[in-house]
């Protein structure tokens, strides 16, 4: 049987096309995934992100076991309600998984890992404890939904349904968050458009997501969703970074932070030890049609391959990011044109700063 959110109940009964995602039935659109992307970049939209998995990471030691565990450096959340993006490495420095990771009090902080690798991070987290022997306790909060709202007029939708939400987060910058009564209120996304991501219990989605919609918050699925973080140019677990690249070679390495020569996180030594051989960059199509993932891309360098490809709808083209050679330590370089393998046919494509839109607006053209 496939695993439900709280809301699968809301999204039958509101016509969502449902399918299949990592052993999860999610809603993929309610009618057009094209309106739901133009909404979310003009107005608001909202997604059910309750298949994610939420993980409180509590104790005395709850500090220094996040330190070893993260590329990132989790001592730079200096205060309550400050958030950090980071991978999650293995040995080899390959990437387990991408999260965010909050400080919600002295010794107590919450991860949000990926849903198809939830069991997994759990497991590899609890195997980290046990072989540092820290006073850590894991919490994975299933008894949680999550709802991101995105969109210029996302915030604002929220203190229209949610009035008592305005004092707490009215003033909440970028990567912070709020608890809000039972309620964790934090300014992210993964889309490139302002808005919040809040979790909440289980028995109130439903009545939340009702609310949101009746404050003028369209649903959106998973199509959109993949789309607009493709716009703004974030990675998509799986397609853009796995168990088998590092972060320096898939557009992440603002997330390693090698500052502290004294912090031994997991994967540091393959890192230092391994120099970057390829990049992830970002492809504007010069053709027509679409740029698929697992296309091959054929440069002076050498192959590389499109990690994840789709149509821009606020750009009217095809978008890509892809992993190409370095060559001499460098980077390919914007304005370069490469081909892309579509079907037998090699066509043209131009490397491009990214992300390709933010906030709305195109970055490209």
Request: with cysteine; charged share 20%; proline share 6%.
């Amino acid at each position: 049987m496939p695993l439900r959110t709280p809301l699968f109940d809301t999204h039958l009964s509101s016509g969502a096309k449902l399918v299949d995602f990592g052993g999860w039935e999610m809603p993929l659109h309610y009618g057009s995934q094209v309106d739901e992307h133009h909404q979310v970049r003009k107005a608001a939209g909202m997604f059910d992100v309750s298949h994610m998995l939420g993980v409180d990471v509590t104790g005395p030691d709850a500090l220094p076991y996040l330190r070893t565990l993260l590329a990132n450096d989790v001592a730079k959340l200096d205060a309550p309600g400050r958030a950090l993006y980071s991978c999650m490495l293995n040995e080899q420095g390959g990437v387990v998984d991408d999260l965010i990771v909050t400080l919600l009090a002295s010794q107590r902080f919450r991860t949000v890992v990926n849903a198809s690798t939830a069991d997994k991070d759990v497991a590899w987290m609890n195997a980290r404890i046990a072989a540092a022997a820290a006073d850590v306790v894991l919490t994975p909060r299933r008894d949680l939904a999550m709802i991101a709202i995105q969109g210029p007029a996302a915030r604002a939708a929220v203190w229209s349904a949610w009035p008592e939400s305005r004092p707490a987060t009215e003033n909440l910058k970028p990567f912070h968050a709020a608890e809000v009564g039972a309620r964790l209120v934090s300014r992210t996304g993964y889309t490139g458009e302002d808005g919040f991501e809040i979790a909440l219990p289980a028995g109130g989605a439903a009545a939340f997501w009702k609310a949101l919609r009746d404050a003028g918050v369209a649903p959106c699925g998973l199509g959109a969703r993949d789309t607009l973080r493709l716009e703004a140019a974030m990675n998509l677990y799986g397609n853009d970074m796995d168990e088998s690249t590092s972060p320096l070679e898939s557009g992440l390495t603002w997330t390693v932070d090698l500052k502290d020569t004294a912090r031994e996180f997991v994967g540091r030594r393959a890192l230092v030890a391994a120099p970057p051989q390829r990049a992830l960059v970002g492809l504007k199509f010069l053709d027509r049609g679409v740029l698929r993932a697992h296309m091959r891309v054929a440069t002076s360098m050498g192959d590389g391959e499109i990690t994840s490809g789709t149509f821009a709808p606020t750009l009217g083209f095809s978008i890509a990011l892809a992993r190409l050679p370095r060559k001499d330590g460098a980077d390919p370089q914007p304005g370069s044109e490469v081909e892309v393998d579509v079907r037998g046919k090699l066509l043209p494509a131009r490397i491009v700063k990214v992300p390709f839109v933010r906030h709305g607006k195109a970055l490209i053209s």
